[in-house]
C-alpha cells in the first residue's frame, strides 16, 4: 500500500482531516486532480480492495477498512521526531494500531492483535521493568528552572526549586540528569482528537539499568516516574 492509496482510501471514509499524509492532489488543477483520483481508484478496485457491493455501493474490504479508519479517525496519534522529513506516525483505534514513516511507503505496519499492538508500544517507547517505582510531580514553570540551575551545576538549588520531599531527593536528581542529557533517549508527542477537546501531551522516555523513566508535560503539569511496562503504557495511553 503506498501512502497515495491510504490517503484515497481515508477520504473514501468521510475524513477532512488526515494526520501524517500529504495530499496526492494538492497543487493539481481541476483535470490533473480528477486524472490522480481516477488513476488511484483503478488501481484499488485491480487489487480487490475497492468493489461494488449487491447494490452497486462503492465498499473497501474489511480489513482495508480497518486500516483506513484507524489513520482517519484514530483514538490517538504518536509522533515522534518532529521533523517532518523524519517523523514517525503511530495511530491508534481500540486495539488496533497502525504505523507508518514519513519517509518510505514500504515503513508502514498493521498491528491488529492486541497483544501484538502491546508489544510494539513497549519496544517503541523502550519501556523496561524497573527495581522499584518512583513516582515525582511538579510544574512546567519548575521544570524549566530546575534544568537551567543543573546546566549551570547548582544542583541543590535545582533540587529544591522541584520541591521535592526529601524521600525523594536522590530520585528526583537522577530524573534531573537523565532529563538534560539525551543520550538513550526518545522524544514523541501524543495527540488526542476523539473527544470535545483535543488533548496533547509530549513525553520523553530514557532507558536505564534501574528500568525507564517516562517524562510527561500536560497542562503546565510535568509528571515524572518509573514503573513497570504495563502501568508506564497504561498512562502514555491515557494522557
Known sequence: MTKEELFFLCVLTGAEEIIGLDSPVEGLNEVETKTKWKTLSEGLYEKGWLY???????TIKDEIAKIATTVAYPD?????SLEKEDSHYIYIKGDAGFQLSSKEDTEMKQLDKKDELISYLNQHF??????????????TENMDLAV??????????????????DKNVAHAQSALQLFVDQRSAKDFIGYRANQETASEAWFKTVKTEEGTWVFRIKNAMVRIYRKNPHEALVDILNF
Do not use: K, M, P, R
Open 52 to 58: 461494488n457491493d449487491t447494490n452497486g455501493q462503492l
Open 76 to 80: 490517538v496519534i504518536y509522533i515522534t
Open 126 to 139: 523502550q519501556l523496561s521493568s524497573c527495581e522499584s517505582e518512583v513516582y515525582l510531580e511538579t510544574t
Open 148 to 165: 537551567a540551575q543543573l546546566v549551570e551545576g547548582n544542583i541543590q538549588d535545582a533540587i529544591q526549586t522541584l520541591e521535592i520531599s
